[in-house]
């Protein structure tokens, strides 16, 4: 099982280095479709990289402190990521026409950011036995969950269009991340 998973590994990294310089050299050889597909290509296995590191801390976590305190820097990233929403829409609505797309473009890059956290705290929620965990994650999700309802609204209210938003929201709600745990 263990070489199993060292193969897997080993295969994302070099995934992730060849599509890195791959994407680099269309980049200089002004191929810019091929340098998106390939960076996004990259940036894939090094987010499934980071999952894998995150269930390896949980599981080999010496004690549910442990456990709770790596929680709590995933917690608190995903705290910044909200407040950017905040930072972003407050910018975008001083400006009007490309500047403000620019910024409401930005603003999206954060949600999917922030979506990619949230997909890696929810396995933890799913797998944790300590109850203290569960109902941190859980709070976690239900705050996210809320900053993503509020951010739509405003965009609404402000006349602000941002399809990345309602589809951020939409996953949230039909993945019923506001009640995944019932204590």
């Not at 998973?5 to 070099?14: H, Q, W, Y």
Request: hydrophobic residues 45%; neutral net charge.
């Amino acid at each position: 099982m263990m070489t199993k998973e060292s193969s897997a590994t080993r295969k994302l990294i070099d995934q992730f280095k060849k599509a890195s310089e791959e994407a680099e050299d269309s980049l200089k050889l002004e191929e810019y479709q091929q340098a998106m597909a390939l960076f996004f290509e990259a940036s894939q296995a090094a987010d499934e990289m980071c999952e894998r590191f995150i269930t390896l801390l949980i599981r080999t976590a010496p004690s549910p402190s442990h456990r709770i305190l790596l929680v709590e820097v995933l917690a608190w990233r995903l705290r910044y990521y909200t407040a950017q929403y905040d930072y972003h829409l407050s910018v975008a609505q001083t400006l009007r026409g490309l500047p403000r797309e620019e910024w409401i473009a930005r603003l999206e890059t954060i949600l999917v950011l922030s979506q990619s956290l949230v997909t890696k705290l929810i396995p933890i929620l799913k797998q944790a036995d300590d109850v203290s965990l569960r109902r941190r994650i859980q709070k976690v999700l239900d705050d996210w969950v809320t900053g993503i309802r509020s951010l739509v609204e405003k965009l609404r209210s402000w006349r602000m269009a941002s399809s990345q938003a309602s589809r951020v929201l939409e996953w949230a709600l039909d993945n019923d991340l506001e009640n995944l745990v019932k204590f």
